[in-house]
């Protein structure tokens, strides 16, 4: 069985961190923005809910101010708004690109709006030209949030926007079980986050050591038998495996949430977060990209079937996310044929602010209700992909079509993706 994600954290990394808890001398979250490469100011911190709250904390913006947030998020960004005392106004997204419109953008605006909050999902980059350039125009504070987007340090690249966010927790690319870096554009903003942060309490090692050996049973449970025999355990136990995988990796759940972001980072996952980054090179996404559109190639050749985020200018399929006419049947069908795909993942659909006349987002909502996020990762193959393809279709009551083999591009991959291993 396929799990429908794995954490890209080696076990060597597993071993650097485990030894890193058993160093002694302290090491602060500038230790990672040293080695960052970007054009703007970099700030560290414990995760992206951490900053973002940071950066409204510094912003101290007056209550009740719009913030016009891309209509799909993680609930965590949404909790941090409120507690702010501030109004998240959604923008909806298209289906094909995730961005959201520029005009449409321009249509929220009001002179309550402060920030706007762009979010680049399940691996696509948006472009922000257009978005940059109106946020200039009518002075707010662009925010982009590069969570599921991390395909290599900023240099160089798209860095218009006046804070970008990533995120080294559990589930996003290159993680060390945690950790955040911004890109600030504003010196004098960076200083004071990386000040206020620095009056944070610190988490523990043993804290950060226990993390590591969760993980490590997690990421053993990963691989295909495995996966099958937790499967089969947690079936005996009468519990549903799809809740607790979920619950697992979450993080910062339940009452204590601000508690609980309101923290420095340990040293050792400092230190494992600056190795990490110092040796990510793209070429794991890059067979990521090729593997995500051959099996987007196959799906549309056999079924006429939307994939969110397809004609993105950029899409290394952190996650991939096709729409299909039964998601639930489809999912069960998956894990008939060896495949354990997730719904929804851990987003929500922003809703309209009570009160306030702006459209319901409906392709957010239309993408988190059809889509099937399937899984795709090294060690996969094309030959995977047409399973993977054929499962679908099949598993999904409303396409009638029969699926050939396709083999179209199986001659564009790299030989290492050809072959089963
Ligand atoms: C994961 C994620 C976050 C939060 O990142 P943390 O570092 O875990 O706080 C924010 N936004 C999006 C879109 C995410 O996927």
Redo the contacts with the bound molecule.
């Keep these: 069985m396929w799990a429908r994600k794995r954490f890209d954290l080696s076990w060597l990394d597993i071993g650097y961190g485990m030894i890193q808890c058993a160093r002694i001398g302290s090491v602060d979250p500038s230790f990672v923005s040293q080695g960052w490469k970007d054009s703007r100011h970099a700030f560290s911190c414990l995760?992206?809910?951490?900053g973002f709250d940071l950066l409204l904390q510094a912003l101290a913006l007056p209550r009740g101010s719009e913030i016009i947030v891309s209509a799909l998020?993680?609930e965590?960004?949404l909790t941090i708004i409120e507690e702010h005392g501030l109004v998240a106004v959604p923008v909806d997204l298209d289906i094909d690109t995730l961005a959201p419109k520029a005009e449409q953008i321009e249509s929220l605006i009001t002179d309550k709006t402060k920030l706007v909050l762009v979010?680049h999902?399940f691996g696509s980059t948006i472009d922000l030209e257009a978005i940059a350039g109106l946020a200039q125009r009518h002075q707010l504070l662009l925010i982009e949030?590069c969570?599921?987007q991390f395909d290599g340090m900023p240099e160089g690249k798209q860095d218009i926007a006046d804070v970008s966010m990533y995120?080294?927790?559990p589930i996003?690319t290159a993680t060390a079980l945690g950790g955040?870096v911004f890109s600030v554009a504003r010196k004098e903003l960076a200083d004071q986050l990386t000040q206020l942060e620095s009056q944070y309490p610190k988490r523990s090692r043993s804290f950060f050591f226990r993390r590591l050996l969760k993980y490590s049973f997690l990421k053993f449970i990963s691989y295909k038998l495995s996966f099958a025999c937790f499967i089969g355990c947690v079936k005996l136990c009468g519990k549903d495996y799809n809740k607790l995988l979920k619950k697992s990796t979450r993080?910062f759940s339940g009452n204590d949430f601000f508690r609980l972001i309101r923290r420095r980072p340990s040293s050792p996952l400092v230190v494992l977060l600056a190795r990490k980054l110092k040796r990510f090179n793209g070429k794991a996404l890059e067979g990521q990209r090729k593997l995500g559109n051959c099996l987007a190639e196959m799906l549309q050749n056999d079924a006429d079937y939307q994939i969110a985020g397809l004609q993105a200018p950029a899409n290394h399929f952190w996650v991939f996310p096709v729409l299909v006419g039964d998601p639930e049947s489809v999912e069960l069908h998956l894990r008939v044929m060896g495949f354990d795909a997730d719904r929804r993942g851990s987003m929500v659909v922003v809703q309209p602010p009570s009160g306030r006349d702006c459209p319901a987002p409906e392709n957010a909502r239309v993408i988190l209700d059809q889509a099937v996020f399937l899984p795709l990762y090294y060690p996969m193959t094309l030959g995977t992909m047409d399973k993977l393809a054929r499962a679908v279709i099949e598993g999904d009551p409303t396409q009638k079509s029969v699926p050939t083999q396709v083999d179209a591009c199986v001659r564009s991959v790299p030989e290492s993706l050809a072959q089963d291993t």
């Design positions: 995760s992206v809910r951490t998020t993680i965590g960004m979010a999902l949030d969570a599921q995120s080294f927790g996003k955040a993080g």
